[in-house]
């Protein structure tokens, strides 16, 4: 059953390609750039199967200066347009690509917050509200910044790759019986002493959640750093309740600031983005995995701070996460909401995240 414009389920191949990707990597060849992270080429689809031609050629990672040179390839299939790395980090190593990442602090960054902290409350939220609200984003920044959830009734609910905590803490505050998974530790444990809230800690496969558990599960930009997306979606509804909800947010690929930035796009990041997912591929992989009811959109409601963090990268300047910086772009984060919400208004697939909501 659908929900939306990209959940036909007879306009969808379930992924029957899908062990043949699996077999292949079995039989790759290792590749070893001269330091202690492998990966392995990647040529086909991992949700259709088919072809892919190579979209961007020897992009560096600018934001956390994890060595090499990556490529990402676009599947052939229009009805699926899935975008991915290739080579691929294998995933024993791949924890390597995260020694630097930003859940695990240690950049003063908590600090500034706390400073910013001084400027009333009620004053910035009243300058964010009038703001949205010039642009006709204000529901739409409501429902991403509470991941769908808004108007549903409390229960339990699962963050999956919860990172330090930030969206448990806002899901918590909204009345809801809050849980988090990580498969990183040093990020699990920032996650628990900033909200309390009890994280599971490994692969969500090897955790053995019980069964029917979850009201709802949300994956905030998750799906993208995982070797094997399918594997996720179907384990997420395995922990779903009956008639559960599952919403994830990621990268789109089709985005107005991909086509103007290219490889400085904020949402290539190398190599920790595997799959880039499109509407249409985030509804072949809800069919694939056995979901019931699907929709999936874009939205270009949290625009403005992608792009600026890309027109950073294009300087070839290191994209900061912390706060005063995120004030010192605030001229350039404004000009771009604005242009991708004009986009939006033309081609409604040109949202920089894309959306995917299914139901168990």
């Given at each position: 059953?659908?929900?939306?414009?990209?959940?036909?389920?007879?306009?969808?191949?379930?992924?029957?390609?899908?062990?043949?990707?699996?077999?292949?990597?079995?039989?790759?060849?290792?590749?070893?750039?001269?330091?202690?992270?492998?990966?392995?080429?990647?040529?086909?689809?991992?949700?259709?199967g088919s072809a892919?031609?190579?979209?961007?050629?020897?992009?560096?990672?600018?934001?956390?200066?994890?060595?090499?040179?990556?490529?990402?390839?676009?599947?052939?299939?229009?009805?699926?347009?899935?975008?991915?790395?290739?080579?691929?980090?294998?995933?024993?190593?791949?924890?390597?690509?995260?020694?630097?990442?930003?859940?695990?602090?240690?950049?003063?960054?908590?600090?500034?917050?706390?400073?910013?902290?001084?400027?009333?409350?009620?004053?910035?939220?009243?300058?964010?509200?009038?703001?949205?609200g010039a642009l006709?984003?204000?529901?739409?920044?409501?429902?991403?910044?509470?991941?769908?959830?808004?108007?549903?009734?409390?229960?339990?609910?699962?963050?999956?790759?919860?990172?330090?905590?930030h969206m448990m803490?806002?899901?918590?505050?909204?009345?809801?019986?809050?849980?988090?998974?990580?498969?990183?530790?040093?990020?699990?444990?920032?996650?628990?002493?900033?909200?309390?809230?009890?994280?599971?800690?490994?692969?969500?496969?090897?955790?053995?959640?019980?069964?029917?558990?979850?009201?709802?599960?949300?994956?905030?930009?998750?799906?993208?750093?995982?070797?094997?997306?399918?594997?996720?979606?179907?384990?997420?509804?395995?922990?779903?309740?009956?008639?559960?909800?599952?919403?994830?947010?990621?990268?789109?690929?089709?985005?107005?600031?991909?086509?103007?930035?290219?490889?400085?796009?904020?949402?290539?990041?190398?190599?920790?983005?595997?799959?880039?997912?499109?509407?249409?591929?985030?509804?072949?992989?809800?069919?694939?995995?056995?979901?019931?009811?699907?929709?999936?959109?874009?939205?270009?409601?949290?625009?403005?701070?992608?792009?600026?963090?890309?027109?950073?990268?294009?300087?070839?300047?290191?994209?900061?996460?912390?706060?005063?910086?995120?004030?010192?772009?605030?001229?350039?984060?404004?000009?771009?909401?604005?242009?991708?919400?004009?986009?939006?208004?033309?081609?409604?697939?040109?949202?920089?995240?894309?959306?995917?909501?299914?139901?168990?």
């Open positions: 059953m659908s929900l939306g414009m990209y959940g036909d389920p007879a306009a969808l191949a379930l992924g029957a390609h899908h062990e043949n990707y699996i077999n292949d990597l079995d039989d790759m060849a290792v590749w070893d750039r001269g330091f202690s992270m492998r990966d392995a080429p990647c040529n086909n689809c991992h949700i259709c892919g031609t190579l979209l961007h050629e020897g992009v560096t990672d600018r934001l956390f200066g994890v060595p090499g040179r990556w490529n990402f390839r676009q599947c052939n299939n229009v009805a699926c347009g899935l975008v991915w790395l290739d080579p691929k980090p294998l995933e024993s190593d791949l924890h390597e690509a995260y020694a630097r990442y930003h859940t695990h602090g240690g950049d003063g960054s908590e600090m500034e917050a706390a400073k910013l902290s001084r400027i009333p409350a009620r004053l910035k939220e009243a300058i964010r509200q009038i703001w949205l006709f984003l204000r529901s739409s920044r409501r429902a991403i910044d509470s991941m769908f959830l808004e108007n549903m009734t409390p229960g339990r609910v699962l963050d999956v790759g919860c990172g330090a905590g803490a806002r899901l918590k505050n909204m009345g809801w019986h809050v849980e988090g998974q990580e498969v990183d530790p040093v990020a699990a444990e920032q996650a628990r002493r900033m909200s309390g809230i009890t994280v599971h800690v490994g692969n969500l496969a090897q955790l053995a959640l019980p069964a029917d558990s979850y009201d709802a599960i949300v994956m905030n930009h998750v799906i993208e750093h995982v070797h094997e997306p399918l594997m996720l979606l179907q384990q997420c509804r395995r922990l779903l309740k009956p008639a559960g909800v599952l919403a994830a947010t990621t990268p789109n690929p089709r985005s107005f600031g991909h086509a103007k930035f290219q490889e400085a796009w904020r949402g290539l990041e190398v190599p920790r983005h595997l799959h880039l997912f499109p509407p249409a591929a985030l509804a072949r992989s809800a069919a694939a995995a056995g979901f019931t009811e699907w929709r999936a959109w874009t939205t270009a409601a949290r625009a403005g701070g992608i792009l600026a963090a890309s027109l950073d990268a294009k300087r070839s300047r290191a994209s900061d996460v912390r706060s005063w910086t995120k004030l010192l772009r605030l001229p350039s984060t404004a000009w771009y909401q604005v242009s991708a919400r004009l986009a939006y208004v033309w081609d409604r697939d040109s949202g920089e995240e894309a959306i995917l909501q299914a139901r168990k």
